[in-house]
């Protein structure tokens, strides 16, 4: 077996990137260096040729590091080998592995090139000289349970522990210096944390005043908008008494005419007194209607509380409309609980006007020979009356129902009308706690539609 100058130094680690560092490291100071990917690698290698040194990393896939110098110190050929053993010192028990199998030194991962040139150079000229050492027959240690038996020399057990505590002291400072290295990081995150948290705080504190700005702005806009609806409601409501007071008059004078108290009236007059008490009631219920919406935007539409015949009322609506009915061929049913109390406490006006003018919208669109319907229930509690209008017409289309109950929409732009009835009754109906809705086509029904709406009973006439 030929036997090479002592510059030879096997290495063997299973990891390719750290095996060529540390060949790398090596080169640069001019050793011959011989490299192996594992154990069985490594120990044919030096059947070939015999290394000055073998330095090997501790964890492999397989056999590890510690076995590998068990191997190399068991046999007679290669015991005088000086072996390194390099580990990150996660465990105690990694020295006494070391001590237990022979190794003569131990080398940190974090090694330094400085060190690793040292260390070499110290086990090459200490190779040839063992006259120091004195041999043991061995000896056991104990330690967290486990026994270990070091069959090392007093020189090279003293020389692997100073080792260990060489690799100790330099991941000891190198923890030191990472310690140190945090803290100044620590130091400028504080104070880039303190700029950036001030930076914020001026951030908060310019939009806090924009917004305190734009608030006060807003709540002037807010103002003016009010008193400018309550003026326009102010206005609105004078017009609406001014224009109804000579309305009435003229209403009042066709009433005189038709009725023929001062002479008989020609076919062609009663035909023009009948079109001007037409064209007066209408422009009487656009005026009422405007009045009603000008009393909600200004707030204030208040209930008049009484008691309330509902069957009066509903008997009322029908003899009311009953010749309407009639001259259209539409069938005008009542339908009314016998449970229905006979009087109740309520808004009579309102509760007249969101009956009536369901009613009418019923008129509007049933064609002649349909049916409508008015009804009153009591629920099973005896806690609320519904009041419905049911008719046979076009039906409500499904794109309109959310918008029903909003201010100026109509089903059929044809038909005269403000837009205003439906949502003047939601607001009455609110007004006392009662609810609105339409379902369209009713239960059971192909087309038409049932509008309803209930009125609270108070406890004391349940």
Request: with cysteine; charged share 25%; aromatic share 6%.
């Amino acid at each position: 077996m030929e036997q090479l100058q002592n510059k030879k130094i096997l290495i063997v680690d299973d990891s390719p990137m750290q095996l060529q560092q540390l060949r790398n490291h090596l080169e640069k100071h001019n050793y011959d260096v011989a490299a192996a990917s594992g154990v069985v690698e490594a120990l044919g290698m030096m059947e070939q040729v015999t290394p000055a040194i073998v330095i090997s990393d501790i964890i492999m896939q397989g056999i590890d590091g510690f076995e590998l110098c068990r191997r190399i110190k068991s046999d007679s050929r290669y015991k005088s080998i000086p072996v390194v053993l390099y580990t990150v010192l996660a465990d105690p028990r990694d020295v006494l592995h070391g001590l237990e199998c022979g190794a003569d030194n131990f080398m940190a991962k974090s090694y330094g090139e400085e060190n690793l040139v040292v260390m070499i150079e110290q086990l090459l000229a200490r190779k040839e000289d063992d006259s120091g050492s004195i041999p043991v027959q061995g000896f056991e240690i104990n330690f967290n349970g486990e026994t270990y038996f070091i069959t090392s020399t007093t020189q090279r057990s003293i020389d692997f522990l100073l080792s260990t505590y060489e690799v100790a002291v330099q991941m000891n400072r190198k923890l030191i210096k990472t310690q140190d290295d945090l803290k100044r990081v620590n130091s400028y995150m504080e104070g880039e944390v303190h700029r950036y948290r001030r930076h914020l705080e001026k951030l908060v504190e310019d939009r806090t005043e924009q917004i305190h700005l734009l608030n006060d702005q807003l709540l002037g806009l807010a103002e003016e908008a009010r008193q400018a609806s309550r003026a326009k409601s102010e206005f609105i409501a004078n017009m609406s008494h001014e224009l109804r007071t000579p309305l009435n008059s003229i209403l009042g004078f066709a009433q005189v005419l038709e009725a023929e108290y001062y002479g008989a009236l020609g076919d062609k007059q009663k035909e023009y007194t009948g079109y001007i008490l037409e064209a007066g009631q209408h422009l009487l219920s656009l005026i009422n209607d405007i009045l009603d919406l000008s009393k909600i935007e200004a707030g204030s539409m208040e209930l008049s509380l009484a008691k309330v015949n509902i069957p009066g009322i509903l008997e009322h609506a029908m003899i009311l409309l009953k010749e309407k009915a009639t001259a259209h061929s539409i069938r005008f049913n009542l339908e009314a609980s016998p449970r229905m109390p006979a009087a109740i406490e309520g808004d009579e006006r309102k509760i007249k006007q969101v009956i009536f003018n369901l009613l009418s919208n019923a008129f509007k669109f049933t064609p002649d020979n349909g049916e409508i319907v008015l009804s009153a229930l009591v629920d099973s509690g005896a806690t609320r009356i519904e009041i419905s209008v049911t008719d046979t017409g076009m039906g409500i289309p499904e794109q309109y129902r959310e918008k029903l109950f909003t201010p100026f929409t109509q089903v059929d732009s044809s038909m005269s009308g403000t837009g205003l009835g439906l949502y003047l009754c939601k607001k009455m109906v609110n007004l006392w706690g009662g609810k609105i809705g339409v379902v369209s086509p009713p239960e059971g029904a192909s087309r038409g539609c049932r509008f309803y709406f209930t009125i609270p009973i108070p406890g004391e006439q349940q």
